[in-house]
């Protein structure tokens, strides 16, 4: 396709007082074919794409996984500083001295599988995208590695600490994680946008293609099988649904208010930002503090950031070898310093 010609076409729909410019500054940086925006009730989308378009919103899936396993602390069916192998025996080598707590906030010191040449979503797989994995099959990539650091010791982001997760969520409740966010967030929540693919290899529409360079080419990257995701990453929503979930966290309406407090513990992670249990913490330029996550997967970026009682989330498709960052701190300022 003439990508020139595409980008040429980009239209912008948002409200009045909606952040239009830096919205379209997202596309005009290059570093995205397509952005949508929703703060509160007004949505905007820059480039040939819907503000109801649904994106794979990758490690945002985390903190679903978190919520589910925080409620699980309310009834007390699980403790955060339990040892993992109380409820997954034999599944963790070290099991015995990796708290819950540490799976959830990365300081498990457990490899990242990801990271393993042909594991990770966030590269073009040719036909091997299309394949299916089970969760046990991540963790032994995972686990042919030694750790990072003793359990605790330090912090790195570890998409397998979120395969455990999955799986703790499974032996306790007997249901499928994805089963038990269905039941648990998306229908209290009425989030009819936002399901667990599985297998399926496509989006709902309407939705943004997202695009991947292959032998120099730029490719359209939007079918793939997200099971080597799985309940690190594998989730599909709209910002609206985004939105609601997390305006619906962070009121305590769907945890107590003790279990919202423990996913706010947050540890230092990098100069970007701080982790707690299936959350981030960022600091903006302003001095703003922002909560929520970020989530990669080939072709796609999300951001859902809230601070006070402005809730926004943020979606665009990648371009290869483009840079939005500037572009993207930029929407941010205007949404929650000004």
Known sequence: MNFTAFLAGAVLAVSPTFPAAQLQQIVDSGGAATAVLRVGSQAGAAGPVAPNAYFRIGSVTKTFVATVILQLVDERRVRLDDPIARYLPGVV?????????????????????????????????????????????????????????????????????????????????????????????????????????????????????????????????????????????????????????????????????????????????DKQFEYGLGLQRFRLPCGTTVEGHSGEILGYTTYSTHSGSTHSTLAYTRLPGGDASTAVIGLFTAVHCE
């Open 93 to 269: 080598p070290d099991g015995e001295r990796i708290t819950v707590r540490q799976v959830l906030n990365h300081t498990s010191g457990i490899y990242d599988y990801a990271h393993d040449a042909g594991w990770s979503t966030n590269r073009w797989r040719g036909d091997e995208r299309f394949r299916h994995y089970e969760p046990e099959q991540l963790l032994a990539v995972a686990f042919s590695h030694i750790p990072y650091f003793p359990p605790g010791a330090d912090w790195h982001y570890s998409n397998t600490n979120y395969i455990v997760a999955g799986l703790l969520i499974e032996r306790v409740t007997g249901r499928s994680y994805g089963a038990e966010i269905n039941r648990r967030i998306l229908k209290p929540l009425r989030l009819t946008h936002t399901s667990l693919p599985g297998d399926r290899p496509g989006l709902p529409d309407p939705h943004a293609p997202g695009y991947a360079l292959v032998d120099g080419k730029l490719v359209d990257a939007t079918l793939m099988n997200p099971s080597l995701d799985w309940a690190a990453g594998e989730m599909i929503s709209t910002t609206a649904d985004l939105n609601r979930f997390f305006d619906a966290l962070f009121a305590a309406r769907i945890t107590s208010r003790a279990a919202l407090a423990e996913m706010r513990q947050y540890v230092r992670a």
